[in-house]
């Protein structure tokens, strides 16, 4: 079992910085490729970005690409999600998961259904 605590959501204006943190308890965290995924209020939860066991492969959704950077620290068991430039329509419930897969596939980061552990989610709000 692995246990996600996510931290850093907000209230910000657009164009704003935001750093998300997840960590992690329970397991060897550097065993676990890490996503982020989002949630708006109506919509499917979707993927945001991923990252590699040892933080050298990382995924973004298209919109992301640019503005928000996912990292992992395996010493303090804590992956990061710094988001830039933000937008009204990064707005959403944002969630990290771990994956205890030991391939790193693109495609498979990108499915939530991959994911076998999630964290309870932090709010992101972008008012224009």
């Known amino acids: 079992q692995v246990q996600l605590v996510e931290s850093g959501g907000g209230s910000v204006q657009a164009g704003d910085s935001l750093r998300l943190s997840c960590a992690a308890s329970g397991r060897t965290f550097s065993h676990y490729t890490m996503g982020w995924f989002r949630q708006a209020p109506g919509k499917e939860r979707e993927f945001v970005a991923a990252i590699s066991r040892n933080g050298g492969t990382t995924s973004y959704r298209d919109s992301a690409k640019g503005r928000f950077t996912i990292s992992r620290d395996n010493a303090k068991n804590t992956v990061y999600l710094q988001m830039n430039s933000l937008k009204p329509e990064d707005t959403a419930v944002y969630y990290c998961?771990?994956?205890?897969?030991?391939?790193?596939?693109?495609?498979?980061?990108?499915?939530?259904?991959?994911?076998?552990?999630w964290g309870q989610g932090t709010q992101v709000t972008v008012s224009s």
């Open positions: 998961a771990a994956d205890s897969a030991m391939t790193y596939r693109d495609y498979e980061r990108r499915v939530a259904a991959s994911y076998d552990y």
